[in-house]
């Protein structure tokens, strides 16, 4: 028995090498066709797959099946894929893609999953923890992070807000959403199939979408019944909206958040300026004061403007919170004074991140902002449209600048008016900020 067992052994040590030089010889192939190894030895790729010349494996990377690698892509550590096609140009980070696709120039993870028969079109971006199956996904589309798409056809140029969720099944059958083109969902938003949403159309945050399209038949069965299921999740809707304004009611609970808001706004606005004073680097501590301004902007906004508080629900209860984190972690980081390089790494992705703030503050702010814009849009184009129904624009037979030329001074004073509270409101910003920022589209 023992020499079956020396001879087993053997026998698969002698395997184990065979296929390990078969390994290394496909990989050396591979180099000499123009493709770059981080670790030669970790990477595991069959005999049939197809890899472009300037592309770059990283290590602990398993490419099986038919797969078809393009040129000059990025194929980092830990990911697998099989029976996939992969354009040229696409970088790949510690994923999964499985009988699917993916066009040039897109990026997918970390952590991404593409189920099969999932195609993503060119210059996409495929996030962190974002799984898609059995879907079509635009040029130009995004989804970032946490997202998952499911028998979805999304267009192109949309955009996915962090969480959103195609709901394709009803514990019973699968359906299918249709997604336009340059549509944006908000955060958290659950799309419920069978959905079809316009281009363009734009889906706030928090959006439990059900929505029957115009060209639907009302002969249908499946939409009889969806709409049946959408008229009872309104009923449960209404019903939760009076016990929540039954609980509600009193003035004096709601005078009580209102402060509970403030004191806990002004106990994080407290202790970022207390750490703001401990950090020595100036850069850093620039940033601070512009993410103070923006916040301070942004409460103030909510206070006169109560009914926008749930739009600043995210903000208050995590990423305020979340930055007062990241600022006490850098502060104590300084006050070690080591100089490792983990320290370092620390600090410098903690100052990227305050680039983050930065930008995503600003853009709260002009979220904020966004229907008053269009209050004052529509005032503007009303009036202007009186005006010249009246004869008051500037439009009549005669010509008035003799008029204008006469009665005006030769040095006349301007007074400058604001044209809407949202230029008096960029004025105090530019007057608070310290370097300015920049907004992300």
Known sequence: MEKQKNFSEETWLQDYQAQTEARLARNLAHM???????????????????????????????????????????????????????????????????????????????????????????????????????????????????TYVGDADVGSGVNLGCGVVFVNYDGTNKYRAQIGNDVFVGCNSNLVSPVQVGDGAYIDLGTNNLMITSD?????????????????????????????????????????????????????????????????DKDVSDKIDVIEAHTKNIFDYVTENPEAMPQIRTFMNYYLPTTLKLLQSYSRIERVGVAGENMQKSKENIEKTLDLLVIGFEQQVDQLFKKEYIDISSDISVLEQMMQKDGLDGRNDFDISSYVEEAAPAESPVLRVPSSKTEEYSDDISDDLTGGGSVCS
């Open 32 to 146: 000499q066709r123009g493709v770059q190894f981080v670790d030669l030895q970790s990477a595991y790729i069959d005999a049939e797959v197809e890899i472009g010349a300037g592309t770059l494996i990283g290590p602990c990377v398993t490419l099986e099946g038919s797969t078809v690698i393009g040129q000059n892509c990025v194929i980092r550590q830990n990911t697998r894929i099989k029976d996939s096609r992969i354009a040229d140009g696409v970088e790949i980070e510690s994923s999964v893609i499985l009988e699917s696709s993916v066009g040039s120039g897109t990026t997918v993870g970390p952590f991404a999953y593409l189920r099969p028969h999932t195609v993503v079109g060119a210059n996409c971006k495929v996030g962190d923890f974002v799984e898609m199956k059995n879907s079509s996904f635009g040029d130009g589309s995004k989804a970032a992070h946490l």
């Open 216 to 280: 639907a038949e009302p002969d249908d069965p499946e939409m009889f019944d969806y709409k049946s299921l959408y008229e009872d999740i309104l009923k449960n809707e209404k019903k939760s909206e009076k016990s929540a304004q039954t609980e509600e009611k009193s003035e004096n609970k709601a005078d009580e958040d209102k402060k509970s808001d403030e004191e806990h706004f002004n106990s994080i606005i407290r202790e970022i300026r207390r750490l703001n004073d401990e950090i020595e």
